[in-house]
């Protein structure tokens, strides 16, 4: 449901609890709590359907959550392996050194007036012979150039989940974008491949507190209702 149907949907419900004798009370509990129900944890998942792998936002299994936008899936200076249902990759970097400039990645965008609180990722991996043996995924925020937190893992020849456990965002971050970027590198054959599957990301979509004028509005106008019913009654 959007913000604006549930708003319309709460002055509804308040015009009916309004009608009953403990309207105040009620009308004021139920108020707080849609609230704070106004928002949830959601857990948006890549588990990139299709041969090879498709890594587009709209052609995962999961819609697209209300109020904000996960990205396609890219690829930067890697080349794509045509394996099904999974995110697969081949020309990652052979050296012992780590390239920030190689890496597979997605973004994620809050609407105007709502920002994320981010709070974990977790991601199923697998190399091949040959592919990189060490990995790394970080966090970007807000369009920053330094990483928000970094989680380093040993790439695995069999399916392995991992869990980025990062500091969660918050309120005070005001996080409107961020992105997740996945390298990996020290493979030992240029053809090696890495692959990800099952991307889930642990999000709240928030409304930024203009967004919650509206809702303080309706409440004022409720008290105000209340307490002229009940100077009415006495």
């Not at 009608?19 to 139920?30: G, W």
């Not at 790439?155 to 961020?178: L, R």
């Not at 409720?222 to 307490?227: F, N, P, W, Y």
């Amino acid at each position: 449901m959007s913000y604006r149907n549930k708003l319309l949907s709460l002055a509804e419900v308040i015009m009916v609890i309004m009608r009953t004798s403990k309207a105040s009370l009620l009308t004021l509990v139920f108020c707080c709590a849609w609230c704070f129900s106004s928002h949830a944890s959601l857990v948006y998942v890549y588990d990139f359907p299709g041969t090879p792998g498709s890594g587009l936002a709209s052609a995962q299994t999961n819609p697209q959550p209300g109020n904000a936008t996960f990205g396609d899936w890219s690829r930067v200076n890697l080349v794509l392996v045509p394996t099904s249902d999974v995110f697969d990759n081949t020309a990652w970097n052979n050296t012992a050194n780590f390239d920030s400039t190689q890496y597979a990645s997605f973004t994620i965008t809050a609407n105007a007036g709502w920002h994320l609180n981010l709070s974990l990722l977790t991601f199923d991996e697998v190399r091949s012979a040959g592919g990189p043996t060490k990995g790394r995924v970080e966090l970007f925020l807000n369009g920053s150039s330094t990483a928000y937190d970094t989680f380093d893992y040993n790439p695995t020849p069999s399916v392995q989940n991992k869990s980025f456990n990062f500091a969660p965002t918050t309120d005070a971050d005001n996080v409107t974008s961020a992105e997740f970027r996945f390298y990996g590198w020290n493979g030992g054959d240029p053809l090696g491949a890495m692959s990800f599957d099952n991307v889930a990301t642990t999000v709240d979509i928030v409304p930024e507190a203009n967004m919650l004028v509206p809702i303080l509005l309706l409440l004022g106008c409720v008290m105000v209702e209340a307490r002229r019913r009940c100077q009415i009654s006495d």
